[in-house]
């Protein structure tokens, strides 16, 4: 193995990547089963069946932004050692990445104390966090690249250009709102998960080539 530290960060992130669309995949079921499940037992008066799939819902729900930390946690971790062997890029992608957390939490805390600019702070986490998931793909091109594996590394410009488009329209839906947000969410959503599988690929399959090379 040429590059130990490049191939133990890249695992990390890709299983950051996995966890993050289980989390997701959590979410929408979770949801699903809350509101089914109450309307069924609005309708029965009480069922037994609709109160555990009430309940069900509720731990897919917690289970979800559990995943999320998870994630983000093993992202940082995996990206800081995997600027070890390539430090330019993936040094870049992590701070991005803790640029992002901090602006979101910054965001967070504008929100809840009902201070204006919550959603300006968020747009600025979704830009560093866009640098982020740049610098990270050119990273992983980079390390592929340095093992003779241009097949895996010419994956990486396309993956860019579909990340890029995905988080921008995630940002115009953030800003704009209304009737235009709408539209742009439900963009944003479907590029998002196309960028999710295009992106899981480029790494499983860097992964692999780092394992081997």
């Not at 994630?71 to 890029?89: F, H, M």
Request: net charge neutral; hydrophobic share 60%; with cysteine.
């Amino acid at each position: 193995m040429t590059l130990p530290n490049a191939y133990n960060g890249v695992k990390k992130i890709f299983v950051a990547e996995i966890l993050q669309i289980i989390g997701s995949v959590l979410t929408l079921v979770g949801l699903a089963m809350l509101v089914g499940g109450a309307g069924a037992y609005l309708e029965t008066g009480g069922d037994a069946g609709a109160v555990g799939t009430v309940a069900t819902g509720g731990i897919f729900t917690l289970l979800a932004p559990c995943l999320a930390i998870i994630a983000l946690v093993l992202n940082l971790v995996g990206l800081k050692q995997a600027s070890i062997d390539e430090p330019d890029r993936m040094g870049k992608a992590f701070t991005c990445a803790i640029i992002a957390l901090i602006l979101s939490v910054v965001a967070v805390v504008f929100a809840l104390m009902h201070w204006g600019g919550a959603s300006f702070f968020n747009a600025l986490s979704d830009l560093a966090e866009m640098c982020a998931i740049i610098f990270t793909i050119m990273g992983v091109s980079e390390v592929t690249q340095n093992i003779a594996r241009q097949d895996v590394a010419d994956m990486g410009p396309k993956i860019l250009t579909i990340s890029v488009i995905a988080i921008v329209a995630s940002i115009i839906a953030g800003i704009v709102g209304n009737v235009i947000g709408g539209v742009a969410s439900i963009i944003a959503l479907v590029l998002m998960i196309v960028a999710y599988v295009v992106f899981l690929v480029f790494l499983g399959r860097a992964v692999s080539a780092l394992k081997k090379g």
